[in-house]
C-alpha cells in the first residue's frame, strides 16, 4: 500500500515540523487516482513492476505537493474531511512542506530502477506536468478577477491545472516500457480529454449531483463565484436578460445563498446546460478513447483504463 | 551573461502573472556567488565549457526560489534594494513564481549537454541541495521560538541553509568533469567549510561592518532577535548577569533599539565575541582549504577558488 510506504520514506526525518505536515497529507488518502493511473498504463504497456511503485508514488506527491500550497492560496479551510496542512499549521509551514515535498516527488523520480535515460524522461515528464499545474493554477487566479473568460480559455486553463497530470501519470507508463514514442503521445492524449471530461463533470456535479452521495456541499462552486464550464457555457448561451442575472449573482456576496442558486440553476435549466455540459464531456471520452485506440497493444490490455475513464468521467460522486 | 540568459529562457512566456515576478528576481543581479562557484570549479575540474551554463543557470535559479519563498516567510519588504516578490505583488503571486522557478531550475539542470548519468548525478545533487535547504529554512523558522537553540544547533541550521548550496555548486564543478568521487567529496566539503565561515562573516558584520561601506543597515538581526552566532556565543559564554541582560533584551520588542544595539555590543566586547567569531571563521577557512588540497588537481588550478574563498569570508562588506 502506498499509504506505507510513505510511511516507510518519511520514517524519524527531521525536522518534524517540516515533515509531520507531509505526512499528514500522505496518509489521508484520497482517491489515488494518479497512482492507479501509472500502474495501469504500466500494465496495459507491459512494464517492469518493480519500477512502478516509484513513479506512481512521484505523481501522487506532486499532486499533494500542489494540494498543499493551492489550499494556502484558495485559503481553504477543510479537504477530504479534514483540515488543510494551512489551517491545521500556518501558511509558513505550508509554503515549506509544500516546497519539500515537490523536492521529494523529483527524489522519488529519480528513484526509479530503470535505465539512466529513462528516467531522464521520467524526471522530464514530472517537471514538464509540475510547470504547467502552475501555470494553470495561476490562470486559475487570473481568472477570479477577469470578466472576459472565454469556454476556450476555460478548457485551456482545467488542461494545464488537471488534465496534464492525469496523461503524464498515462504517459510515465510507456516510457517506463520504452513503448514508441507514438504510443507514448496518444496515451499521453488519451490522459488529456480524460483530465478535461473528468474535470467537466466535477463541475456538473457540484450543481446536480445528490448531496449524500456526493459527501460534500452542493453548489459550492456558486457560492464561490466560480468561472465553472457551467456558468461560462450559460453566460455565452444565454439572452441579455439572463447574461445580466448570471452576472448579478456572480458579483455579489451578499445574495442568499438559496436565493442565489435557484436563480442560477432556473437558468442554467432554460439553458439546457446540463444536457450540453453532458455532450461535451462524452465528446471528450470519445477523444480519449479515440487516443487510445490508436495505441498499439491487444485491445483486451485496454479494457481496464478503458473501464476507469467510464467510471471516472460517468460518476456521480 | 546571465541576465540575458534567464531573459532569453523566459521571453514570452505565458500566463505573465506567473512568469513576471521570475524575470523580474533574476534580472536583479545580486553577487551571482553560486553560479561564480559553478564556473570556478568546472574549470578547476577541465570539464566542458559548454555544460557549465545550464548547471550554473539551475543553482542561481534556485537560490532565487529559495529567496522568493523565504521572503514571504519573513514579511522581508526589501531584497537587494527592491521591494521583494511577495511585497510587489502578493503572497499568493510569490508562493506560485517560487514553485515555478524551482521547477525551471531543475528543467535547466535536464539540458546540460552531459551524459545521462552525470546529469541524473546533477539533478540528484540539485534535489538533494533543495531538501536540505528546505530543512534548514525549517529549522531557522523552528529557532524563532526555541530558548535552548545551542551553538552546534546553529552551526547545522546554517549548513543547511546556506552552505550546502555553495558546496553543490563547487561538486557540480567534479561531477561535470565526471572526476573521482573523492575529489568531488573533497570539494564539497570545502563548500560546506565556506559556507560556515561566510555565515558567521555575515553574522559578524551585522555588528561591526561600516554602515556606509556595508551598504545596509547595522543591528538588523540584533533589532528582530535573530539567534546569530555572535548572540549564542555570547549566551554561551556570559556570565548570570550578562544572561539575564542577553535574554531581556532578545525578548523584547519595546525598547528603543540604539539603547539594545549598545548594551548588546557592550557584552559582546565584554565577552570579546568579536575576537572568537573571527577565529572561528578561520577555522572553518582552513578546513576549507584542508578540503581544497585533498583535491588531485594541481595547485595552480586552485588558486582562483582559494583566492575567492578568501576574498568572501574576510569581506568587509
Redesign the interface.
Known sequence: MLEEYFKSLLNKK??E??YNPIDYILQQGGKRLRPNLVRMSAKMFGADENAVRNVAAAFEMLHNFTLI?DD??DEAPIRRGKPTVYKKWN??VA??A???L???S??EM?KTPAP??T??QL??LL??T??EV??G???D??FETCDDVTIDDYIEMIRLKTAVMLAGCLKAGALLAASPASDAEHVYNCGIYLGLAFQLRDDLLDVYADEAEFGKMIGGDIKENKKTYLFLRALNDSSEEQHEKLRFFFSSDNVDFEEKFSAIKQIYSDLDIKAKTESEILKYVESSFDELSQVHVADSLKNELKGWIEQLTFRNK
Open positions: 527531521l525536522p515540523n517540516l500550497h494556502i492560496m501558511g509558513n509554503i515549506l509544500g516546497d519539500a515537490a523536492t521529494l523529483m527524489q529519480l539512466a535515460e528516467v531522464l524526471v522530464n517537471g514538464k509540475c510547470i502552475c501555470e493554477q495561476q490562470l487566479l487570473d
